[in-house]
């Protein structure tokens, strides 16, 4: 039998469970304002730092807008915002987690596979036109504008797929693998392969054909993935000579 004592919650804790409850119930849906910090101290009966507390966790979770001067607001949450959320445990779990990165880089070829596949089976005219243009721009860029235009690219693929928490998981994983990435761009011939490789996603895509596309973006960002090893081997043999 467990006999460890029940911890007290503190009551910051409380006000926000009582607040979230009341948020998903549509007493306050998104766009109406919450009751000031004074009537929600008066119905509570809690003092106003615990009030401000619960306020500011619901804020950094994306569920409510706090303006100066005005009382806080219900927000709709957006995909974007929450895959935000994840950016900073997601880079401090890359830098303290030898293996966090060939992980990550796993979960992303499957993600890419499967929205290159929506994307060929979704996409109108006007998509198609804008992958083209994302691509050309690509074709265009220069070192500085590469990876820039590298993500706008895969970004737009996953745009297309219709879903929108797909473009903020792409773009997410992009983002934390930033560094990677800048290693990657600076590799010598690295660019035309990449661009190689996105004009047959591209192909894949605007042909309709969802197999040829998944597999596309499969082949390149294993290659990609197998490039940054072949790199990134050398510079780590250094660190530890």
Known sequence: MTTEPIPRRKLHQEVLDRLIARISSGEFPPGAQLPSERELMDAYGVGRPSIR?????LERSGIIGISHGERARVLLPTA???????TEPARFLLSVDPDALDHLKEARILLEAGVARLAAERADPADLVLLRQRLDEHRAAGLDDFLSRDIAFHRQIAVMSGNPVFPAAVEAMLTWLGASYVTLVRAPGAERLTLAEHQRI??????GDGDAAARAMTDHLSRANALYRSLAAPAAAADHS
């Open 53 to 57: 507390e619960a306020l500011q966790q």
């Open 80 to 86: 974007e915002a929450v895959v935000a959320q994840m």
């Open 202 to 207: 591209h192909d894949a895509i605007a042909a």
